[in-house]
């Protein structure tokens, strides 16, 4: 079974500090691990994906993510925190059924507050 | 071009009404899917539509969820009766075929937020 946990149901940061998201995996083959943003009444977008390729992945709006087999993370950076950065994060692990078939695993989200 | 739309926005029912959302796809894209999201829970995956085929409806809850894509273009998730329980925000999403390698993206609509009383 495949599943993630994120660490911090809240996180808050002053603006121009730094962000971390925490996310550990917890996957029986080769997982595919994204985040998505949701902000306010607005749709799930993706921030960024791993999928076996580089272990540094980066992201849109100036994340990024790297992704650390030995300690099962996938946690989620930011060099300098913008207002426009608060929102709910998800860490999400792609989990292959039948045929082709992807479902989509979500941890239960951080709510990142930034603080003027 | 439009993203995943999804109507009504909010939707307030009495127990053992009947609901049914609707979310409509970006153009093209084959894959369908709903998840749901309860007041304090994680999301959690509900089905998955590739054109008007069910692949997958592993998650659905119980049998007072129907949900359809007619066509293979928008789809519709019908509660019947609802129950206190269902309140929630259902999400859509929609994908391209899969290719051979790789996870394509799922892009995710704004929600329907159900509240059933």
């Known amino acids: 079974a495949q599943s993630v946990t994120q660490l911090d149901s809240h996180v808050s940061v002053s603006e121009g500090t730094p962000v971390l998201l925490r996310c550990n995996y917890s996957s029986s083959y080769s997982p595919s691990l994204f985040w998505y943003v949701q902000h306010p009444n607005k749709g799930l977008q993706l921030l960024l994906k791993?999928?076996?390729?580089?272990?540094l992945v980066k992201g849109i709006n100036g994340f990024e993510a790297e992704f650390k087999k030995s300690e099962t993370s996938f946690h989620l950076t930011k060099p300098s925190a913008h207002m426009s950065d608060a929102a709910e994060y998800f860490c999400v692990v792609s989990v292959t059924t039948s045929g082709s078939a992807r479902q989509l695993t979500f941890g239960s989200g951080t709510q990142l507050t930034v603080l003027p | 071009e439009a993203g995943v739309t999804q109507f009504p926005s909010h939707s307030v029912i009495e127990k053992g009404q009947t609901v049914t959302l609707r979310c409509d796809p970006i153009s093209g894209h084959d894959n369908l899917y709903w998840y749901r999201r309860v007041m304090g829970k994680e999301i959690k995956f509900l089905l998955h539509?590739?054109?008007?085929?069910?692949?997958?409806e592993s998650g659905m809850p119980n049998n007072r969820f129907l949900a359809e894509r007619t066509g293979g273009t928008y789809s519709t998730l019908k509660v019947q009766p609802a129950e206190l329980e269902d309140s929630g925000v259902y999400f859509c999403a929609s994908s391209q075929v899969r290719r051979a390698s790789g996870d394509n993206e799922q892009f995710f609509g704004p929600g329907t937020r159900l509240t059933v009383l």
């Open positions: 791993y999928t076996s390729a580089a272990t």
């Open positions: 539509f590739v054109k008007e085929s069910k692949q997958d």
